[in-house]
């Protein structure tokens, strides 16, 4: 476990464990040699029980997780269904997830939407089947002195985001406290870590907040319903279907989360200023720097 600002994580990145970044030489702008660490990916193909459902980009860490958040959040994995076993062949690439239930994916897989997440992420036809069915906590609450902590907490975690680049996190929080914490190169996917660590786990989703680098799009709003959790935070910008859905489903929808500053467009009603943002350190409003622009 990782500690950071006295937030001591669940489940955090661990940026030198071996596979998930290499060096690679280069030259700079003034045509000298550099040695650049860059974030490593490789395809993972998932079975449910003997059915090839589809082969993900991925970093590689936590494959287990990363088949059950699918499954879960393609609603190819119910609640209540009883899962037997999860392999994963590390020479193969193939994680494979093994329920007791026979499962209707057969008829899941003929309806695709491609998303507009990185690494073309896709979802099923049918995601949006219970999405007006969720009812979401109404007595949820984020404290404006919980969304600065988590912020700074998250962006001065020691992440491959900090020390390579070209990676999207998510974070399962609650409170002030920051939970897990999830990195890969489509933020698709460390959402699906994420719900995979929920479901294996039992956690409750009414009393949390999820945080992500990426764009409030469609597609992290969507999951962020189904997975029954009421407040979603970014650091960068929305879209407009984005925005539309969380309205819909009565999200709390929050970007542009930087220092002292942040945007809500939704769900305003679960916010509680209880704390001057003058009172912000400059120091707070430095972190994040490298990502201020929208990813």
Not at 63 to 85: C, F, S
Request: charged content about 25%; hydrophobic content about 35%; proline content about 4%.
């Amino acid at each position: 476990m990782n500690t950071s600002d006295e937030n001591q994580y669940l489940l955090a990145p661990n940026p030198e464990a071996d596979g998930l970044s290499t060096h690679v030489s280069g030259y700079d702008e003034n045509g000298l040699p550099v040695t650049v660490n860059v974030v490593t990916e490789k395809p993972v193909t998932l079975y449910l029980n003997a059915q090839e459902i589809v082969t993900m980009m991925t970093i590689g860490d936590h494959p287990d997780l990363l088949a059950v958040g699918y499954l879960r959040n393609q609603n190819m994995l119910k609640p209540d269904d009883e899962i037997t076993g999860i392999e994963y062949d590390d020479d193969l690439d193939v994680v494979v997830v093994r329920t007791k239930r026979q499962t209707n994916y057969e008829q899941v897989l003929k309806k695709k939407v491609r998303t507009s997440g990185c690494a073309q992420g896709t979802i099923f036809g049918d995601i949006m089947d219970g999405f007006d069915d969720v009812a979401l906590n109404p007595e949820a609450r984020l404290k404006t002195s919980d969304l600065y902590q988590l912020t700074k907490t998250i962006n001065t975690t020691p992440s491959l985001y900090l020390s390579a680049g070209a990676i999207h996190g998510c974070v399962l929080c609650q409170d002030g406290r920051a939970l897990v914490y999830m990195e890969d190169v489509g933020r698709h996917n460390a959402v699906d870590k994420i719900a995979g660590w929920m479901h294996l786990n039992n956690e409750p989703a009414e009393n949390k907040i999820f945080y992500t680098t990426g764009r409030l799009t469609s597609e992290m709003v969507i999951k962020t319903v189904m997975m029954k959790i009421p407040i979603l935070v970014s650091r960068s910008g929305f879209t407009a279907w984005g925005v539309e859905l969380a309205q819909r489903a009565g999200l709390t929808l929050i970007g542009r989360a930087r220092g002292k500053r942040f945007t809500a467009l939704a769900g305003h009603q679960r916010i509680i200023r209880d704390l001057d943002p003058a009172s912000v350190s400059h120091e707070a409003a430095e972190h994040g720097r490298k990502g201020s622009k929208d990813d």
